[in-house]
């Protein structure tokens, strides 16, 4: 049986929204251990889950654990993340509101489905586009009708 390394079972035991005691106490142990903040962060960028990870380690109280570099990197792709978010969220509102004065009800899916719900609109859902479904007979007309209003 292949064995997770470290980093990865860290990055693994970081990805949920809320921690026991008994978790903490895991994963600062796994953090303790890192040999490399720079892999991990750059693991956690690769997997999109930066904004997660440094939340997580705030929510824990364990930021003092990683270095002051990529503690930074963390943050700053927390930031974006939520910025993006936020002006992401206003899109779709916008959208979802000019659909609906057509009797269209789009049903969000993937990243912002995740982020309004699981995530609790908090910008830890790192994504760059909104998803999200319309009737399919009523396709053509939604996209023509987001079209004459600019978006």
Not at 20 to 32: P, Q, S
Not at 72 to 88: E, I, P
Not at 136 to 147: D, F, V
Request: glycine share 8%; aromatic share 8%.
């Amino acid at each position: 049986m292949m064995k997770i390394m470290p980093v990865h079972e860290l990055l693994i035991a970081l990805c949920r929204t809320s921690f026991t005691d008994e978790d903490r106490g895991r994963i600062e142990k796994l953090a303790a251990g890192i040999d490399s903040w720079e892999r991990f962060v750059w693991l956690a960028n690769e997997h999109g889950i930066s904004a997660l990870v440094y939340d997580n380690f705030k929510e824990l109280g364990l930021t003092g654990m990683i270095p002051e570099q990529q503690l930074s990197v963390l943050y700053n792709a927390y930031m974006k993340s939520l910025g993006r978010n936020t002006m992401l969220s206003e899109k779709y509102d916008e959208l979802e509101k000019l659909l609906g004065e057509i009797g269209i009800r789009p049903l969000l899916i993937k990243g912002m489905a995740l982020e309004r719900t699981v995530y609790g609109n908090r910008g830890l859902r790192q994504m760059n586009d909104v998803d999200f479904l319309v009737p399919r007979k009523r396709s053509m007309e939604a996209w023509e009708y987001l079209l004459t209003r600019g978006l």
